[in-house]
């Protein structure tokens, strides 16, 4: 009996099987709800990070703030594009400036922020509250074993030695994300609240209806970085960019979100993951989070 055989052939790339887009900025990364890197373009790189800074500004402040306290403004809170709008002897609550923080990118509500939670008796400048709040900061991002992000300021203004990556930038988004009053400030679109209307600048909510949260950036140093999460059927994706194009960023990040969600679709859940916990990550404590392997 002739025997049958099969000849070995390449194996085809199966049809509709996710292809990488091509992205204008210069680094990017797409992370997986269970942290695998789903994409990397010189995602460890080292760059300036502008205003998605304030990401990690915003988990501190969710950390250690009362989001009901009451803060005067002093006029040192004045710095840079002062988006939220603020002035010098104003009064208005932690919340209000975690808004006029991620919405607008206020840097003023930065300094604000940065100045009232790290304020201890006997600071004689605000550069001591201030530089008191930076600390906790770089301490978070030790917490969250972050090797190759920096902080020197809480809003993102060009400085030497602030830094981070795309992948570090994934993993602060993840971690604030897991704050509900920090998902509840990204997916505001427009509010009114202590006396100043402010709007949401964050686009990618204006491109797709999926979108958990995110935060801009610009400067001249960073160029265009964004930072955004997207979720569908239970599940979610990361996607960063930094040194972008400003035609193109947030249609880059929408693009990686994409490819992002049908490589995890594709890829499905690993047989060492209970399958009943995947689309939970959110809850869990912010201090428990893992940098994932590259």
Same mark, same amino acid.
Not at 8 to 33: I, K, T, Y
Not at 154 to 167: C, K, Q
Not at 206 to 229: Q, S
Not at 260 to 273: A, D, I, M, N, W
């Given at each position: 009996?002739?025997?049958?055989?099969?000849?070995?052939?390449?194996?085809?790339?199966?049809?509709?099987?996710?292809?990488?887009?091509?992205?204008?900025?210069?680094?990017? *990364?797409?992370?997986?709800?269970?942290?695998?890197?789903?994409?990397?373009?010189?995602?460890? /790189?080292? $760059?300036?990070?502008?205003? $998605?800074?304030?990401?990690?500004?915003?988990?501190?402040?969710?950390?250690?703030?009362?989001?009901?306290? &009451?803060?005067?403004?002093? *006029? +040192? +809170?004045?710095?840079? &594009?002062?988006?939220?709008?603020?002035?010098?002897? &104003?009064?208005?609550?932690? =919340?209000?400036?975690?808004?006029?923080?991620?919405?607008?990118?206020?840097?003023?509500?930065?300094?604000?922020?940065?100045? #009232?939670?790290?304020?201890?008796?006997?600071?004689? /400048?605000?550069?001591?509250?201030?530089?008191?709040?930076?600390?906790?900061?770089?301490? #978070?991002?030790?917490?969250?074993?972050?090797?190759? #992000?920096?902080?020197?300021?809480?809003?993102?203004?060009? &400085?030497?030695?602030?830094?981070?990556?795309?992948?570090?930038?994934?993993?602060? %988004? =993840?971690?604030?994300?897991?704050?509900?009053?920090?998902?509840? *400030?990204?997916?505001?679109?427009?509010?009114?609240?202590?006396?100043?209307?402010?709007?949401?600048?964050?686009?990618?909510?204006?491109?797709?209806?999926?979108?958990?949260?995110?935060? $801009?950036?610009? #400067?001249?140093?960073?160029?265009?970085?964004?930072?955004?999460?997207? /979720?569908?059927?239970?599940? @979610?994706?990361?996607?960063?960019?930094?040194?972008? +194009?400003?035609?193109?960023?947030?249609?880059?990040?929408?693009?990686?979100?994409? @490819?992002?969600?049908?490589?995890? =679709?594709?890829?499905?859940?690993?047989?060492? *993951?209970?399958?009943?916990?995947?689309?939970?990550?959110?809850?869990?404590?912010?201090?428990? %989070?893992?940098?994932?392997?590259?």
């Amino acid at each position: 009996m002739a025997m049958l055989v099969v000849p070995l052939v390449p194996q085809a790339r199966a049809v509709g099987e996710a292809q990488p887009p091509d992205v204008w900025a210069e680094n990017a *990364v797409v992370l997986s709800d269970l942290n695998q890197v789903l994409y990397d373009k010189n995602a460890h /790189t080292r $760059t300036a990070m502008a205003s $998605t800074t304030k990401m990690m500004t915003a988990i501190v402040a969710a950390r250690y703030g009362n989001l009901d306290l &009451e803060v005067e403004i002093h *006029v +040192d +809170d004045i710095v840079g &594009e002062a988006s939220m709008g603020l002035w010098a002897g &104003e009064v208005v609550t932690m =919340r209000g400036l975690l808004y006029g923080l991620l919405m607008p990118s206020g840097n003023d509500a930065a300094m604000a922020i940065a100045r #009232t939670i790290g304020w201890r008796d006997g600071d004689a /400048t605000s550069d001591q509250s201030v530089g008191r709040f930076i600390d906790l900061m770089n301490q #978070t991002a030790r917490e969250y074993q972050l090797r190759d #992000t920096h902080y020197m300021n809480p809003h993102g203004l060009d &400085e030497y030695g602030h830094y981070s990556t795309p992948f570090d930038l994934a993993i602060i %988004l =993840r971690a604030a994300l897991n704050y509900p009053v920090i998902r509840e *400030v990204m997916q505001t679109r427009a509010i009114n609240i202590d006396g100043h209307e402010l709007w949401n600048g964050n686009r990618l909510y204006n491109i797709r209806e999926d979108v958990l949260g995110g935060k $801009t950036g610009f #400067t001249d140093a960073a160029l265009f970085c964004l930072a955004g999460a997207a /979720t569908q059927d239970g599940r @979610f994706v990361i996607a960063v960019v930094t040194r972008d +194009d400003g035609d193109n960023w947030f249609y880059d990040v929408s693009n990686l979100l994409d @490819f992002g969600l049908q490589k995890q =679709r594709e890829l499905g859940v690993p047989s060492f *993951v209970n399958p009943s916990l995947v689309g939970t990550q959110l809850k869990q404590s912010p201090g428990t %989070l893992q940098q994932g392997s590259p």
